[in-house]
């Protein structure tokens, strides 16, 4: 299985969005600033806003690079809050893309 996660700093208001075999490891290297000179360095408050599980690293890297390319802090913000807004987008990812969302 393999990961894409939304990471989320309160101090900063700020969104992350990566890709991993292991969330939890991965997110213990952004708090302890293992990645300093990356764009989570600046803070050690990152918590998982939501994460999606996929087959293996090809599909999650799909996922990974359409999120990042929607750019918009509030399309963000809606998909880890509002559970209509995430089930629409979940399925118009399986529909563009043909992959599977577990």
Partial sequence: M???YI????AYDKFYIGETCDV???LQQHNSKHYKHSST???SDWRVAHTWTLANRSPA???ESYLKSMKSKKFIRQ???DADALNAFNNSVTEKF????F
């Fill in 7 to 10: 990471l989320y700093t309160a």
């Fill in 61 to 63: 890297l799909i996922l």
């Fill in 79 to 81: 998909l880890c809050a």
């Fill in 41 to 43: 360095g600046f803070t």
């Fill in 2 to 4: 393999h990961y894409v």
């Fill in 24 to 26: 939890v490891g991965r």
């Fill in 98 to 101: 043909n992959i599977q969302l």
